[in-house]
């Protein structure tokens, strides 16, 4: 059984570009995480899905990061426009929902992350 | 509000002798508890979990951790180290309430010597 993938592994770019950030998760997880690491700083939430709909966002840090889920499969990260601040690990899981429990027991699934150089 | 707090930032411990890696929490509900490792370049991989069933829990690689509510702790162990334990290891603290609320520690590497 394949993981979770993400896509790039790494990406460098320049203050004031797009790019978008793409996670699969591992098949039938209808559950769904983003999270960022800062360098030297904790692993941060950035937002969940169920199938295809955000059940949280909160962790969201501006109006500048944008995360879709079209079909409940895939999902991509968009940043844009980037600034430097926004360097980091962007991390993605994925967790099944399974009946009667609640999903924050669930074990998660990481994908080895995308490195995002802002310069 | 959920918090945690690894209490060390490195580890380093000789092959064949124990690791203690420490962890407390602090939340308003019955936490659930989580320790991911991370080699480097591969993505977090569940150690074990916590949620209110035994406070003793068997993780895989001969790790264990303790869940002890009076001290608000949840301290890794393992009788032996390997030198491929060397990484770096994350507790993890959810509470299950109303939305969906995962807290991070800020890491611990462990450094295993020959």
């Known amino acids: 059984e394949a993981g979770v993938t993400q896509f790039p592994s790494h990406s460098v770019i320049e203050k004031g570009q797009t790019v978008t950030l793409r996670c699969d998760p591992i098949?039938?997880?209808?559950?769904l995480y983003w999270y960022r690491r800062v360098m030297g700083k904790e692993i941060k939430f950035l937002l969940h899905?169920?199938?295809?709909?955000?059940?949280?966002e909160s962790g969201m840090p501006n109006n500048r990061f944008l995360a879709e889920r079209t079909g409940g499969t895939y999902s991509t990260l968009k940043v844009q426009p980037a600034e430097l601040e926004d360097s980091g690990v962007y991390f993605c899981?994925?967790?099944?929902?399974?009946?009667?429990?609640?999903?924050?027991?669930?074990?998660?699934?990481f994908g080895p992350g995308t490195r995002l150089t802002v310069l | 509000a959920q918090s945690v707090t690894q209490l060390d930032s490195h580890v380093s411990v000789s092959e064949g002798t124990p690791v203690l890696l420490r962890c407390n929490y602090s939340?308003?509900?019955?936490?659930?508890l989580f320790w991911y490792v991370q080699h480097p370049n591969k993505g977090l991989q569940l150690l074990l979990k916590?949620?209110?069933?035994?406070?003793l829990v068997k993780g895989i690689n001969g790790f264990e951790a303790e869940f002890k509510k009076s001290e608000t702790s949840f301290h890794l162990t393992k009788p032996s180290a390997h030198m491929s334990d060397a990484a770096e290891y994350f507790c993890?603290?959810?509470?299950?309430?109303?939305?969906?609320?995962?807290?991070f520690g800020a890491g611990t590497r462990l450094f295993v010597k020959a």
């Open positions: 899981a994925s967790s099944q929902i399974l009946p009667g429990a609640h999903y924050s027991y669930n074990e998660q699934f």
């Open positions: 098949s039938g997880h209808d559950n």
């Open positions: 899905f169920v199938k295809e709909s955000k059940q949280d």
């Open positions: 939340s308003s509900y019955s936490p659930s």
């Open positions: 916590y949620t209110s069933a035994a406070t």
């Open positions: 993890v603290v959810s509470d299950g309430t109303g939305g969906f609320k995962t807290i």
